[in-house]
């Protein structure tokens, strides 16, 4: 008889252990560069202004806490999509835009792997190198038997190494699934240009292959919403059918309520229906109905102008605040000693700095430093700030004098 004793060892997944070992650390000189949560320079998790009151409405106009249903608060979703493709009255009425609110973005990838891998019949997926470590998890765990991962940064140059990203979704098999970061790629901070984007859908288009955009930072790489959105707005212009992860957690400032919305854009509404028949069923065996507090206050900001207008203008400071960090841990890590070269981190964008670190050396900045982040050594912009910038650059270039 199998017993719970015989499950395999595993140990904790890299960002809870690292995070632990972190709570754990007395030193008064620790630094918290591992989630990407945006910071106050006090280092206090930061929440926006308009979100608190968002929230106080949400609370005074409840009544009830009945069920939602599967696919979740449907003014939400409107809007999420709107968000994401501009003016979509038409293409909403019509089904050919519809959107499911979701359990965070995560949750979004999620339904939409299992519906292409159910009902599609889809069994490759190939997502960046690097990437966010649950790309590749999650399609697993839906079914897609072949995970392949595409050239994206050339780690030599650390610049995006375009011409292999070209070769290898050239080489895709019809139908494959290609999952792409619209903008603030994590964990690299390197995004394409318009021009190589429209390079990527032709060869998307001629090859048959299928759209799966992730976008967590819409804002927060150019500072513009909207022009975030824009490589998600050239692949619809260009009539593809594709599936796009939307996370409210990073725009919001609202990390714990898991607020998502999985848009799809399909060519002809005629089979809307079934469809969302589809989706139901599917989120209906994962988590039954998702949550109402987080995306009805996301909802209230994006349907109400003034609370919109305050949110909007809300990224201008976040975006500048972001650049400035790079500009200063750049010109720290310069003072301290080259070592390499630096124009990276702030060639970069959105909220993550790729430093390109070993893992020794990242244990290295652990150990006796007291520096936290995880292995790929990918760190929260944020986490820095003008109080401890110059002492990680000194513990960096210590780390690498001492060619750990």
Not at 93 to 114: H, Y
Not at 118 to 146: I, K, L
Not at 158 to 183: M, T, Y
């Amino acid at each position: 008889m199998v017993q719970f004793s015989d499950v395999p060892v595993v140990g904790q997944v890299g960002y809870i252990e690292v995070n632990t070992a972190f709570q754990n650390d007395v030193s008064p000189l620790k630094v918290d560069l591992i989630y990407g949560t945006f910071r106050s320079e006090d280092g206090s998790i930061y929440l926006l202004p308009v979100v608190k009151r968002a929230e106080n409405m949400v609370v005074n106009d409840t009544l009830n806490h009945d069920y939602l249903s599967p696919t979740g608060i449907e003014g939400f979703s409107k809007s999420a999509c709107r968000l994401l493709l501009g003016d979509i009255e038409k293409l909403w009425n019509d089904g050919k835009v519809f959107g499911v609110q979701s359990i965070g973005g995560t949750g979004a990838l999620k339904i939409g792997a299992e519906f292409l891998s159910r009902h599609m019949n889809c069994t490759t997926v190939y997502y960046p190198d690097p990437s966010w470590e649950m790309h590749g998890a999650v399609f697993s765990f839906s079914g897609f038997q072949n995970k392949i991962q595409y050239r994206y940064m050339n780690r030599e140059t650390l610049e995006i190494d375009f011409e292999g990203l070209c070769e290898d979704i050239s080489n895709a098999p019809v139908d494959s699934v290609v999952i792409l970061h619209a903008c603030g790629h994590n964990p690299t901070g390197l995004d394409l240009s318009k021009e190589q984007w429209r390079t990527i859908a032709e060869i998307m288009k001629e090859r048959k292959l299928i759209p799966f955009f992730d976008i967590a930072y819409q804002g927060m790489a150019s500072g513009d919403i909207e022009e975030d959105t824009w490589a998600i707005r050239h692949f619809h212009s260009e009539g593809f059918e594709f599936l796009c992860a939307q996370s409210f957690s990073k725009m919001f400032t609202m990390y714990n309520e898991r607020v998502g919305n999985l848009t799809i854009v399909q060519k002809s509404g005629h089979n809307i229906g079934s469809l969302k028949v589809h989706i139901e069923r599917i989120v209906r065996s994962l988590y039954s109905s998702p949550s109402n507090h987080g995306a009805m206050a996301v909802f209230q900001i994006l349907s109400n102008p003034e609370l919109y207008d305050e949110w909007s203008s809300s990224f201008k400071a976040m975006a500048a605040r972001m650049i400035e960090l790079r500009k200063a841990f750049r010109k720290a890590l310069e003072e301290e000693g080259a070592f390499r070269k630096w124009n990276h981190i702030t060639d970069q964008k959105g909220m993550f700095i790729l430093l390109h670190l070993t893992d020794n050396q990242v244990e290295y900045l652990r150990n006796f430093h007291h520096i936290y982040m995880v292995n790929s050594g990918r760190v929260n912009v944020t986490g820095l700030n003008f109080t401890n910038i110059s002492y990680v650059a000194k513990a960096i270039i210590d780390t690498l004098r001492k060619n750990v």
